[in-house]
């Protein structure tokens, strides 16, 4: 079956752009989440689906980070404006019920300069 | 949010058996324990996963005490090919599934 996918897998925007991750999750999987690793720091979740649904989005570091999951679908993440700090690794993982295993993409690369 | 420890970094001759132990102390009744293996430019992999006594699959052992206040992964005679980060992850439904990825240990293996 098909994975986790991540596009792009790289992405280096100057400091004010704005920049969208795409994730296509594992088909049937209602549960998707992101999560991010900045520079040099630990991998630290940002916010859960449920189909459509923000089942939890305590770990957005702040509103200049838009998700989306319209259809319960894909899933992108939108940072506008990008920073410095937002530098770093972003995955998305999948999985069908919530005792099943993550399934993870390769995440983006995202260099903000 | 169940934290975890482990030892950050880890070196093993290949063929050896190598343990690598995770502390959760806070571990809530309805979490379970499960293991990721990342490379370097990839995501994290499922290794395994249990909720107490022991589980073992085709890769790898999982041993949880009856406190389940820490775990055990065990790599059967390794390989170059597992030289990763390994994290144990404690979570749940009740937990909001916001895994704590912590540190990480840093498996190396030596030929």
């Known amino acids: 079956e098909a994975g986790v996918t991540q596009f792009p897998s790289h992405s280096v925007i100057e400091k004010g752009q704005t920049v969208t991750l795409r994730c296509d999750p594992i088909?049937?999987?209602?549960?998707l989440y992101w999560y991010r690793r900045v520079m040099g720091k630990e991998i630290k979740f940002l916010l859960h689906f449920v189909k459509e649904s923000k089942q939890d989005e305590s770990g957005m570091p702040n509103n200049r980070f838009l998700a989306e999951r319209t259809g319960g679908t894909y899933s992108t993440l939108k940072v506008q404006p990008a920073e410095l700090e937002d530098s770093g690794v972003y995955f998305c993982a999948s999985r069908g019920g919530l005792y099943e295993k993550l399934f993870f993409g390769s995440g983006t690369q995202l260099s903000v300069l | 949010l169940a934290k975890t420890t482990q030892p950050i970094s880890m070196d093993s001759y290949e063929g050896q058996e190598v343990n690598i132990t995770c502390s959760h102390n806070n571990i809530a009744t309805n979490d379970y324990i499960t293991w990721y293996q990342q490379f370097p430019s990839q995501g994290p992999r499922f290794i395994i996963q249990?909720?107490?006594t022991k589980v073992t699959n085709e890769v790898a052992s999982l041993f949880i005490p009856a406190d389940r206040k820490s775990s055990t992964l065990s790599l059967p005679r390794v390989s170059l090919s597992d030289t990763a980060v390994y994290y144990c992850l404690v979570g749940g439904p009740n937990t909001g599934n916001q895994f704590y990825f912590g540190t990480g240990t840093s498996l190396t293996v030596i030929p």
């Open positions: 249990g909720y107490k």
């Open positions: 088909s049937g999987h209602d549960n």
